[in-house]
């Protein structure tokens, strides 16, 4: 069956290091989402991408980069992580065209100490 | 913008009654919505969607949701609770004239279902 997987499931690293967190879909969805969970908040989408080589900003992009180099593939940079990056990161993915629905990963613990 | 409110935070409702789960939206031109829910520690799965025709559009697990223009709303419904349907149920929606598939979500209202 197809599905989307994130990697890896927690994380805990320092201030100041570079993480990637890793997002895998199986669906040959063209679009790739990532969102930060905080209490609050709801889901606040970070970046997006509508194929490959695409990448656009989210609404809380600063500090976070992506690339798309094969449909299968969005992961997610934290440049140089924050306390404040702290949070719980999803992926989704959802076929182009009309409003399909999105498909979520399991989802990344991140603890940026 | 497009924005989603969910006034609460929490809903509490006996097993056997009926629920609601409130929605209200505000985009340029006509919405699409969305209904998902969140288990422990798992990720979002889709419930139901509203794109055009109906305005009560029936999901997975019984629910169903009713689309109010004038109201600008789009609450969650199910007719009988369980306990299993405790759980972080968020809204979404779609501005149909921005193109893409940019999701706003709500910031969530859990729901407890009690015996």
């Known amino acids: ?113 | 913008a497009q924005s989603v409110a969910q006034p609460e935070d929490q809903v509490n409702v006996a097993e056997g009654n009926p629920l609601t789960v409130k929605c209200t939206y505000s985009v340029s031109g006509n919405p699409y919505l969305f209904w998902y829910v969140q288990y422990p520690n798992r990720g979002l799965q889709f419930l139901l969607k509203y794109i055009t025709g109906d305005n009560l559009v029936k999901g997975s697990y019984g629910f169903e949701a009713e689309f109010n223009k004038s109201q600008t709303s789009f609450h969650l419904k199910k007719p009988s609770a369980l306990v299993s349907d405790s759980a972080l149920y968020f809204c979404a929606v779609r501005d149909r004239t921005g193109g893409g598939n940019k999701l706003t979500f709500g910031t969530g209202t859990q729901l407890k279902v009690e015996l």
């Open chain 1, 1 to 113: 069956d197809a599905e989307i997987t994130q990697s890896p499931r927690h994380k805990i690293t320092e201030t100041g290091r570079q993480v990637t967190l890793a997002c895998h879909q199986t669906w040959n969805h063209n679009n790739m989402f990532w969102y930060r969970q905080d209490l609050g908040h709801g889901l606040r989408l970070i970046h997006y991408s509508y194929g490959v080589q695409d990448t656009n900003k989210g609404e809380v992009s600063d500090g976070y980069s992506v690339s798309r180099s094969n449909t299968e593939d969005l992961p997610l940079t934290l440049e140089s992580a924050a306390s404040s990056q702290t949070s719980v990161y999803f992926c989704a993915s959802s076929a182009s065209g009309s409003p399909n629905e999105q498909f979520f990963g399991p989802g990344t613990r991140l603890t940026v100490l």
